[in-house]
């Protein structure tokens, strides 16, 4: 199962009904927020570095 989900990860999924849709659409979103909360406190750190400041 975990086999078939993770090969599936990048393909365009053909979807015939409006909850399939819906269901699709809810995974992709909660990736790009686990992305999004993973990645955003990387990029924040790496733009307040303390080393970088003069004075």
Known sequence: MFDQALSS?????????????????KGVEYLICIAFFVGFP??????????DRHG
């Not at 990860?9 to 659409?25: N, P």
């Not at 990387?42 to 080393?51: A, E, P, V």
């Open 9 to 25: 990860m990048g393909e365009i999924k053909e979807v015939f009904t409006l909850v399939d849709f819906y269901q699709y659409i």
């Open 42 to 51: 990387i990029f924040y750190r790496y733009i307040h570095k303390d080393g």
